[in-house]
DNA sequence: CAGTGAGCGAGCTTCCGCTTGACTT
């Protein structure tokens, strides 16, 4: 205290920390560590009949942290607030003020949008008010988010069981992924064939597809040629022309491609997840230790990057100007762009925060290699990457197409080639080039080989999380702070699996999503939160009111809970599969009902008779026959923590235990062991052989057919090597 | 790149959004 002055609140103890760099020793800054104060868990906390009035209570994990703020607010006069400028950080503020009000005391709210010593001194200079506009548009997204979500969730459990949950953003997720598995399962392939031909002129080879004939467009789904025997036509077609084709065209085109944007949370877990496999949740704790600061040898400890969960491109303009400065340095003044690029943020975005850059452009990620483990040094690579790209020209890429005819006939190809760097100077890998042509003119041309190719169109894919992640974005639910916990609850409550790194919806996500998008038709779905949104927007504008949102966000949330609380009964009946079977204790039909484990047997006529039954799981179906080798019980399937495998019977008397054969024979000669499925520790499926440890046979994919040209032993396939043979530990490239 | 296992249940837990450490899953 002594020669302290003022009390700075703000919400994370690292920005805490910058903060006191800044700002000189009249200051005691404190974080709050985000929200402090919240409806109550175990009731609803809202004054439906009053004006919609919330009651809040202390978060029971911040009630050390409300007392330290207590304590310290009582030593000043002025309390300067300065969560995040938006409308949870200004919630923040307000209830902090009205947790610490006192007579006497004065808050200043400060607003600054960047960790910058000019934005914090200038806005420290001219302190605000806490604006109760925006606070009432806080307070009604959290009354909806509650009611909505309370309310569905008790009707929800009285169908499928306790622990069920619904609420404004989950299930919409759950929403599209079901709508997804829905496409995939609608889909009809559609057959088309490609014809394709290899062509020489001079030294120069190339492969082209046929595009148009007679003038009009095919090779591609819903044109000509549909089967086997159109193809087999045109082929025809292509024999009677004979050796008169000819080079048509040749076109090249410059195109310019501009550097991607700077990095959002949503867009960092995609690229984090396409180019460094790491799913979102991973991503996101390695950016908060880049957040939260390593120990550089010479500079002490210090943040490697700006905040981690933002929905803005912006760029401070400090950082700009010395990013600017440093390419200048690195690479010229002709690599930068004339002007500095810009930014525009999406709209829906709350700016409180900048792009999750670089802090120090300086700090290249070559300084760093050595002081930052492999996986945090990745993604800083990436996020230094993509923002340095921001300020560098344009990259041109020159593309060529080539139009062979003949008789009618055109065939096409095209290549790329790359004409200027621009910004992939600072990494290849953010510029895709299709592969090059070789140099080729307009005149007589060879034709070397043909044929023809069965195609399919294809349904679309799952999600990936880091998909997930990019559609809620998209859409508008979500936030940067809850993109990974939504998956995280959808997991948790077993309404999605991951497959491989896809989500697929569970038997439960799919009757939970189909009942609820029936029973609640205007409340799940995109469109809903936009309406929100919007009103939320005339709250904090002050054309509308707390009160009046929130009574017309309700209306169609309590006539469905009307409707949905008098459907109940018949929907619980619907949603119980009746077995054929009767109960063995007093005759009544035996039903399939929901429970807080998943399906299981049940006597209708509870609970007037009490009667149950497990149902027949898949773990107790026998596995194709297969004994087990220790005692000779039968093998059932079961599931366990990482995945399926095969058990005995015996259990526990016998714990063999072994993966899902494939049918295929270990390779290794005089192994006569099977391959078997197995999942890695980080969750990738792969094959290894059954008498594992002894044998040692394992790769990623199914076989190769291919076996070592030295010592003829079978080769593994490994990502970094390629074709790798064990016996020899040697790389084998192949003929 | 290598492990795995319970016998319940049908109404009292559930939401979204801010932040990090917390110990026993």
Redesign the pocket.
């Known amino acids: 205290m002594g020669n302290k002055k003022y009390l700075l609140i703000i ?5 805490a920390k910058s903060l006191s760099t800044y700002l000189g020793g009249e200051y005691e800054i404190v ?9 109550p ?4 906390g809202v004054d439906e009949a009053n004006g919609f009035k919330p009651r809040y209570v202390i ?1 029971q ?1 911040k009630r050390e942290k409300v007392m330290e703020l207590k304590t310290r607010a009582r030593n000043y006069s002025h309390v300067f607030l300065a ?2 400028p ?4 200004e919630a ?1 503020c307000w209830h902090l003020a009205d947790i610490l009000e006192r007579p006497g005391i004065t808050f200043h709210r400060l607003r600054f949008n960047a960790i910058t010593k000019d934005t914090v001194l200038r806005s420290i200079e001219n302190p605000g008010t806490i604006d109760m506009q925006l606070v009432d548009a806080q307070q009604a ?2 009354v909806m ?11 929800l ?3 499928l ?13 759950l929403r599209m992924i079901q709508e997804r598995e829905d496409e995939i399962r609608m889909f009809v392939p559609v057959e088309y064939w490609l014809l394709t031909a290899t062509f020489s002129q001079n030294d120069s080879v190339f492969k082209a597809v046929l595009k148009k004939m007679d003038g009009s467009l095919c090779c591609r789904p819903g044109k000509i040629p549909r089967n086997e025997e159109e193809a087999g036509r045109i082929v025809e077609r292509i024999e009677s022309i004979g050796d008169s084709w000819e080079i048509k065209s040749v076109k090249t085109r410059e195109k310019s491609v501009k550097p991607p944007p700077p990095f959002i949370t949503s867009s960092l877990q995609q690229a984090a997840s396409t180019k460094l496999s790491m799913s979102p949740s991973v991503t ?2 390695i950016a ?1 230790k880049l ?2 600061g390593v120990t550089v040898p010479d500079r002490g400890t210090m943040g490697l990057i700006t ?1 981690m ?1 933002t929905d803005s491109v912006r760029i401070s303009p400090e950082s700009l100007q010395k990013c600017r400065k440093f390419l200048e340095d690195r690479y010229g003044r002709e690599y930068l762009t004339p002007k500095p690029r810009r930014y525009r943020s999406s709209k829906g975005s ?1 700016d ?2 900048e792009a999750i850059r670089p802090v120090d452009v300086e700090l290249t990620p070559e300084k760093l290699s050595h002081h930052l483990p492999r996986n945090q040094l990745a993604l800083y690579k990436l996020i230094w990457n993509r923002f340095v790209a921001t300020q560098l020209r344009d990259a041109v890429v020159e593309e060529v197409t080539v139009e062979v005819g003949g008789g009618g006939l055109t065939f096409e190809t095209s290549g790329e080639k790359l004409k200027d760097k621009g910004f992939s100077v600072v990494d290849k890998g953010m510029l895709r080039i299709s592969t090059k042509l070789p140099p080729v003119a307009e005149g007589k041309v060879t034709m070397l080989d043909y044929g023809s190719e069965q195609k399919f169109t294809k349904p679309p894919q799952r999600f990936t999380e880091a998909k997930l992640v990019a559609e809620m974005k998209k859409v508008g ?7 990974v ?2 998956i995280k ?1 959808l997991k ?2 077993r309404y999605v699996e991951r497959e491989e790194k896809y989500l697929k919806p569970t038997e439960l996500g799919t009757t939970t999503i189909r009942l609820l998008t029936k029973t609640f038709p205007h409340i799940f779905e995109v469109d809903f ?1 936009a309406r929100m949104e919007d009103l939320l927007d005339s709250i904090a504008m002050g054309r509308d009111t707390y009160e009046n949102a929130l009574t017309q966000l309700t209306v169609p949330l309590e006539s469905s809970l009307a409707d949905a609380g008098r459907r109940t009964n018949a929907l619980k009946s619907e949603l119980e599969e009746k077995t054929g079977e009767n109960c063995p204790e007093c005759g009544a039909p035996l039903v399939i ?12 006529a ?2 007037g ?7 027949e ?1 898949e ?2 179906i026998v596995y194709s026959g297969r004994k087990c080798p220790r005692c000779d019980g039968r093998l ?1 399937l ?15 008397k ?6 899902i054969p494939t049918g295929v024979g270990c390779p290794v000669p005089g192994c006569g062991g099977e391959l ?7 969750g ?1 499926i ?5 008498r ?2 002894e ?6 994919n199914m076989p190769v057919d291919k076996t070592c040209p030295r010592c003829g032993f079978p080769l ?3 990502k970094k090597n390629g074709l ?1 043979c064990p016996s020899c530990k040697k790389k084998i490239t192949e003929q």
Not at 11 to 15: D, F, R
Not at 145 to 155: F, I
Not at 161 to 173: D, E, H, N, P, T
Not at 686 to 690: A, K, L, V
Request: aromatic share 14%; proline share 4%.
């Open positions: 919400e994370s103890p690292a920005k974080a709050s560590n985000g929200h402090v104060r919240d409806l868990k175990d009731s609803l978060l994990e969560a995040d938006d409308r949870e950080g923040i997204r959290r988010d509650r009611l909505v979500g309370y309310k569905v969730s008790t009707w459990q009285r169908l069981g306790r622990g069920r949950s619904a609420g404004r953003v989950q299930s919409v997720a996101m704790s908060q957040y939260e905040y969960r709350q409180a925060h639910i979500g936030r940067p702070s809850t993109y916990s939504t609850t948790n409550r939160t009902r929901w429970g807080k484990y998943g399906r299981f047997k049940s006597c209708s509870f609970p008779c009490r009667y149950s039954m497990p149902l799981r773990d107790e059932l079961k599931k366990g923590r990482y995945g399926k495998y095969l058990g005995c019977e015996n259990y526990p016998c714990k063999y235990t072994t993966s078997v499925e197995k999942k890695s520790r980080k990738r792969f094959y290894g052989c059954s594992y440890p044998c040692r046979y394992a790769l990623w593994l396939e490994q790798w």
